[in-house]
């Protein structure tokens, strides 16, 4: 069974630049989930997503950061415009429903320059 | 509110040597616990998981770990470690029990000696 794809792996860019991320979960997984892990740190929840409806958003900075699951399925999380803070890897997860366990993907390391 | 600690910020053992992580929990109730582990370029993959019942859980790998509610902890250990071992370990309670709406530890990362 595949696990979760995320890509890209590496990101570098100017602050001030968009970036995307896009994230594949695991096949029938409904749940998926976007943290944000900076060095030295455990990952911290972005945003949760039942099938395609973010059910938990508190953590998401909106005023730069949105995210989509159209169709339920892959999901992309954006940042514009990315700042210098805003480097950090930012992992993807998914799981069957929200009572089960998640299986994470690799995550997407990003520098801003 | 709610929190996880891990104390130990890089831990160093030999091969073979016994190993045990240090995990501490403040929480209002008896928490759901995790354990996961990252190697480098890797997601996180679960080690083991605490929900009820016996407070000694076995886990992948050879791991274990022991719930221990008078002192809010939630030690993780392998009575003898191999290389491939070192990786990033993270303890994440789950506060919302049972939605795996996860806190995490800052992590330890465990480094082996040949």
């Known amino acids: 069974e595949a696990g979760v794809v995320q890509s890209p792996r590496y990101k570098i860019i100017e602050k001030k630049q968009p970036v995307a991320f896009w994230c594949n979960p695991i096949?029938?997984?409904?749940?998926l989930y976007w943290y944000l892990q900076n060095l030295g740190q455990g990952p911290e929840l972005l945003i949760r997503?039942?099938?395609?409806?973010?059910?938990?958003d508190s953590q998401l900075p909106k005023d730069r950061f949105s995210a989509e699951r159209l169709k339920g399925v892959d999901s992309t999380l954006k940042i514009q415009p990315a700042e210098l803070g805003d480097s950090a890897v930012y992992l993807c997860?998914?799981?069957?429903?929200?009572?089960?366990?998640?299986?994470f993907g690799p995550g997407t390391r990003l520098t801003v320059l | 509110a709610q929190s996880v600690t891990q104390p130990d910020i890089h831990i160093t053992v030999s091969e073979g040597a016994s190993l045990e992580l240090r995990c501490n929990y403040s929480?209002?109730?008896?928490?759901?616990l995790f354990w996961y582990v990252q190697s480098p370029g890797q997601g996180l993959q679960l080690l083991l998981k605490?929900?009820?019942?016996?407070?000694l859980v076995q886990g992948i790998k050879g791991f274990e770990a022991e719930f221990k509610r008078s002192q809010s902890s939630f030690n993780l250990r392998k009575p003898s470690v191999h290389w491939s071992d070192a990786a990033e370990y993270f303890c994440?309670?789950?506060?919302?029990?049972?939605?795996?709406?996860?806190?995490f530890g800052t992590g330890t990362r465990l480094k082996v000696l040949a």
């Open positions: 997860a998914s799981s069957p429903g929200r009572n089960n366990e998640q299986f």
């Open positions: 096949s029938g997984h409904n749940t």
């Open positions: 997503y039942e099938n395609e409806e973010a059910v938990d």
């Open positions: 929480y209002g109730a008896t928490p759901y």
């Open positions: 605490y929900f009820s019942g016996d407070t």
């Open positions: 994440a309670v789950d506060v919302a029990l049972g939605t795996y709406k996860y806190i």
